[in-house]
């Protein structure tokens, strides 16, 4: 088993054309401790200094920051440092266990696991879900290979184009246009397997990128990604990212989890401001420990 460590930067700004008097926001920018994961440290810094700074853990286990800042501002940066180990160990599809998908979607062994059953605000299972899917789930066979399939049937079919959907977009219209970005796919792959009563809920966190071996890695570059979670009777939650066609390994760092998007966005808040319209800038870096430090 490999360890890695990480330090990871996630900045970001927001710039108005007035001045805003009050801005309340909420944070999920914060790694998990997990079996496999163990958060060094962490701190979330709000500029301008806010007039309260609380952390709270939510629902799902997530570590949540509030803030409030009430001296009038332009521009808001909020940025998150953390340092995070991590030692996943990837399983082998071989060594995982042979679980039906009809038998795994019979009965989930707590409300935790059988609330990921239920439609949630931005993952509606319907018609269209159920033709892209319902090949792969022929009676018998094996959740892991309905789910390796399915990745890789998500993986081949969407096109990978940044802007081309919004959070609003739903999985019937993700299929129409057949372009996404990592959240439409972790999304589509949930409202599949909810479809056909297989629990999955949805991950937010961040994976490593790595740049062209004849140019250096650009700061600021990086960004947020999302996956998908199936639980698999005798082994639990198994992480596969439908984006890379691939089982989530030591390069990913998990912020945290919910039904889908909506339960763990980066930040989301309210302004109280007289302008109307911002700009917003995020930079992400998550590089090795021990690379110079920036941002």
């Known amino acids: 088993m490999s360890t890695w460590t990480w330090d990871l930067v996630h ?3 927001y710039t108005y054309p007035q001045d805003v008097t009050d801005s309340y ?3 999920v920018l914060t ?14 810094d ?69 609330e990921m059953l239920l439609p949630s605000a931005q993952v509606a299972p319907d018609a269209a879900v159920r033709a892209f899917a319902d090949g792969l789930f022929t009676p018998g066979r094996p ?30 219209e993700l299929l129409a246009q057949g372009t996404g ?15 056909h009563g297989v629990p999955a809920r949805y991950v937010s966190g961040y ?31 198994w992480d596969v990212d439908p984006t890379n066609d691939q089982t989530v390994d030591c390069r990913y760092v998990v912020l945290g989890w919910g039904r889908d998007y909506d339960d763990v966005p980066p930040l989301r808040g309210v302004v109280f401001t007289e302008g109307t319209g911002s700009t917003l800038e995020v930079a992400v870096d998550l590089v090795p420990t021990g690379t110079d430090p920036y941002l």
């Open 11 to 13: 900045r970001t700004t």
């Open 25 to 27: 926001g909420r944070t």
């Open 31 to 44: 790694p998990r401790d997990l079996p496999g994961q163990r958060r060094l440290a962490h701190t979330v």
């Open 46 to 114: 709000v500029s301008p200094t806010p007039a309260d700074l609380v952390e709270e853990v939510d629902y799902f286990g997530n570590v949540t920051t509030y803030f409030v800042v009430t001296a009038p501002h332009r521009r808001l940066v909020v940025t998150a440092r953390s340092q995070v180990e991590v030692t996943r160990t990837v399983p082998a599809l071989a060594d995982l266990p042979t679980t039906a998908w009809d038998d795994a979607a019979a009965g989930a062994p707590d409300l935790t696991v059988r």
């Open 143 to 172: 959740l892991r290979e309905v789910v390796t399939d399915l990745s890789h049937t998500i993986a081949t079919t969407l096109t990978y184009q940044t802007g081309s959907t919004t959070v609003h977009t739903t999985q019937a």
């Open 181 to 195: 970005v990592c959240q439409d796919y972790a999304h589509l792959a949930i409202a599949a397997l909810r479809a």
């Open 207 to 237: 994976l490593e990128t790595r740049p062209h071996p004849d140019r250096d890695k650009l700061r600021g570059a990086d960004a947020s990604h999302a996956w998908f979670s199936v639980w698999l009777p005798g082994y639990g939650w």
